[in-house]
C-alpha cells in the first residue's frame, strides 16, 4: 500500500490559519504566509545577506573593465606606430576616404598629393590608415574591363 499522509487546515479566532501534516515521517505546521516551521531540533538557516549578493556583479564589472581597458590601450598602441611609421612617399587613406601619398610631414600635419600638382593639407587625426601595395604586386592602376 501506498504511503500517504493528510493535512489539517484550521482558522483559529485571530482569523490566523495552521495547517497541520499527518505524516508516518514526521510533522509539519505552516502559518498563514505559507512558510513552513522548521522541525524540533531543527534551525533554519539565515538568508543571505544583500552584500553578499551583490559580489558576484562586481567581480564581474571588474572584470569587464580590465578588458575593456586592455582593449583600448592594444588599439591606442596600433594607432601610434602607425602615425610614427608614416614617411613622405607613404600611401595613406583618410577618415573621409581620401586616397594619396604623403609629400610632406610637418609637425602637427601631411601634405598629400592626390593628384598630379594637388597636394591638400590634412590634420594628423585624419589619417584613417596606411595603405599597403599586396605582396608582390607592382604600383599600376587597375584596368577597367567592359562586358
Known sequence: ?????FVVFAQAADGSVTATAAAPAAETTTTQTGAAAPEAGQQQAP??????????FI???GVMIAISMRTSSKEKKKREEMMNSIRKGTKI????GILGEIAEVQKDQFLLKVANNVQIAISRSAVAQVITPADGAADTKAEVTKR
Open 59 to 61: 567581480i564581474l564589472i
Open 47 to 56: 538568508p543571505p545577506s544583500s552584500g553578499m549578493m551583490m559580489i558576484p
Open 1 to 5: 500500500m501506498a504511503n500517504t499522509s
Open 93 to 96: 587613406m583618410t577618415s573621409g
